[in-house]
């Protein structure tokens, strides 16, 4: 299977001008120091979070306009479409910002699993005790 993955240029994220994303977008969004806002994954149907993601506006633009989820690795300095290598891909439902807008959250229909580790979610295999309980 092909790769879509497009190391950058100088292996950091696309600054804003060097993206196509919407400019009216690209000017509500706050990123953190290093250019990257988290994008958290939600299977639309269900609700269930999925994953959280790094998302430069480059990413953010390849997850608008292909309908699959586009990230910025951190670890490899280089941007990934969800499912490239796996083929548990993500199809993009849609996509909004928090009120602050410093998060994504992108509904999708999962195919496979979410987690590297091969897991439906990243979220299901250390759940940790509370003080009050499950009931509360």
């Known amino acids: 299977m092909t790769s879509s993955r497009t190391p950058a240029p100088d292996a950091a994220p696309a ?3 060097e ?3 919407d400019p009216a977008v690209a000017a509500r969004l706050k990123r953190g120091a290093d250019g990257l806002v988290p994008a958290i994954a939600q299977q639309y149907d ?3 979070v999925l994953m ?3 998302m430069d506006d480059e990413a ?4 608008l306009t292909t309908g699959r989820c586009t990230y910025w690795s951190r670890s ?3 941007y ?6 796996s083929g548990h891909i993500q199809l993009v439902k849609s ?3 928090d009120c602050d807008a410093d998060t994504v959250l992108i509904q999708v229909d999962q195919i496979g699993a979410a987690c590297h580790t091969g897991d439906r979610t990243c979220f299901d295999a250390d759940v940790l005790a509370t003080e009050q309980g499950q009931d509360q």
């Open 52 to 54: 959280l993601g790094w």
């Open 95 to 97: 996509v909004a910002l």
């Open 15 to 17: 600054s804003p001008a």
């Open 46 to 48: 269900t609700g269930e």
């Open 19 to 21: 993206s196509a994303l």
């Open 60 to 63: 953010l633009h390849r997850t």
């Open 76 to 78: 490899r300095q280089e």
């Open 80 to 85: 990934w479409v969800k499912g490239d290598t």
